[in-house]
């Protein structure tokens, strides 16, 4: 066998085994024209089709064009992106903040500029792969505690070499469980065991906090939480990510961080959609209590049901089913009732701990969640009988 057919075993091998487990990725293809009603995507506010941000979005192209051309380091910091970071910081109540094009590479960035072989890493069990691969990527020792434990965390740390520095990683909002992070207590453990504290709040930003700052934000300052990582293609309906801290934390990120040096900046429309997104969350903060109303109708609803509810208060609900062709069986009789929700198998969760994401957002009107509760019903009392 020559060299070019193992890479073509390789692959089909591969392809074999993701088929056989029920795991095969798919990608939907979605038009403008399609009907269904979203409850997969993570537009928690519903920005992402607001006029005001397609307004923004082309008049930053015509400005300044529609790509940066360049990295930041190089000619594609904008002063568009400049003040962008400005009110990214303001918002987060940080020094400074940072833009890197996805949330991925901002994760990826951190960890790779601040981590090494030397460095400890302490990680939530549940935390994104971006994290994950993060620690990877900087060839640093880590460990990962049980889920939002933090007793488990202490141990960890006391255990732990003291001559070492220590960094502790989690999530703020969990993408998969959409439970939240207890980040009073992580700031306590790791002020006590001397650990820099890093949150990735992703799915926080623009849904948590007195206005929208998320699970981190004002309320724990840059000493409580040096590190706090945002996206802005979520609740802010655009694209790209931040890191926010203080000024000596983005000086090194500048300096060091290869995702961020050698990376075109991002499209300058996009940072001027992101500055309509943060107006509008500023000066509507009626959408995050429409937002949390659905919330509330829907888990009000689901546990009527008998639907399996997780312990989750944001806009993430999954409802957890265990097995991959159930998941799918149930996914797929809610898309022919119009309903798009997300399939989550293992990999991505752990094997046995399949599920419908489902995603709510201020954009869904209440016959929306009474279509999805009455789809929901229709699976359960199906497999009833």
Known sequence: MSRADLWSKRLANAATQRRTSGGWRQRPILDEGDTYIDFAGNDYLGLAKDPRMAEAQAEGAKRFGAGAKASHLVSGHLAIHERLEHRLAELTGRPRALLFSTGYMANLGVLQALCDRHTRVFQDRLNHASLLDGARLAEAPSRRFHHRDLADLERLLERAPQDAPALVASDGVFSMDGDTADIAGLASTCQRQGAWLMVDDAHGLGVLGEHGDGCVGCAHDHHQVPILVGTLGKALGSAGAFVAGDAGLIDHLVQ?????????????????????????????????????QHIADFRHEAARLGLPLTDSRTPIQPIVLGDNDRVMRWAERLARAGLRVGAIRAPTVPRGQARLRITLSAAHEAPDLDALLDALDACRREEAT
């Open 256 to 292: 060091f961080a290869r995702p961020y040096i050698y990376t075109t900046a991002q499209p300058p429309g996009v940072a001027g959609a992101t500055l309509a997104a943060l107006d509008i969350l500023e000066r509507e903060p009626e959408r995050r209590g429409h937002l949390h």
